[in-house]
């Protein structure tokens, strides 16, 4: 599961102040999750990260994985086919056959705060990366393609405060009477 928090920041103080002004923050809480977890399944639509860091290319390794579960990808002389060369050339970074990990987004909502996750085991390895010597199960090491608007220690990144100061803003702007 990944996982972000915001601590000490603008976007917690701000979002401390309206929650003491509003009284019920469930509504603010679900659309923050809602809004990050929008960010987070764009990032699959751009291969880029939530600030628009382009995303790594798939490795070769993948890019002939990917192929040889599909018939028709290779001629009979073991080249690639014209089929083979659409596939690979369409394979985005992170879309596998399922798509499951640009799916699988959900959050959760208590009285203060909303955690918002991917389920699928291995998003922490795609955010992050990792190398070989660090996992040896794995067939090499795996570039970091964020998708969740956070950094390498957990904290939210620009975007995520961003977000969260438009909804707190927006929430305080609309809770005050003219």
Not at 2 to 24: C, H, P, S, Y
Not at 53 to 71: C, G, P, Q
Not at 98 to 105: A, M
């Amino acid at each position: 599961m990944l996982k972000t928090e915001f601590n000490g920041d603008v976007a917690q103080a701000a979002l401390t102040r309206l929650i003491e002004v509003m009284g019920n923050p469930a509504p603010i809480m679900r659309e923050i999750g809602e809004r990050l977890m929008e960010v987070s399944k764009q990032s699959f639509e751009t291969s880029s990260s939530p600030s628009g860091v382009r995303w790594a290319s798939n490795s070769e390794a993948t890019i002939i994985d990917y192929l040889n579960k599909f018939s028709g990808s290779y001629k009979k002389d073991g080249t690639i086919s014209a089929k083979g060369t659409r596939q690979a050339i369409s394979k985005r970074p992170l879309i596998g056959l399922s798509k499951d990990l640009s799916r699988q987004f959900s959050y959760t909502v208590d009285a203060s705060s909303v955690t918002v996750f991917n389920t699928m085991p291995y998003a922490a390895m795609q955010q992050f990366g990792g190398t070989k010597a660090q996992f040896p199960n794995l067939w090499g090491d795996i570039p970091a393609r964020p998708f969740m608007p956070m950094d390498a220690a957990g904290q939210a990144d620009e975007t995520a405060e961003n977000i969260v100061l438009d909804i707190a803003r927006y929430y305080i702007d609309n809770a005050i009477p003219d």
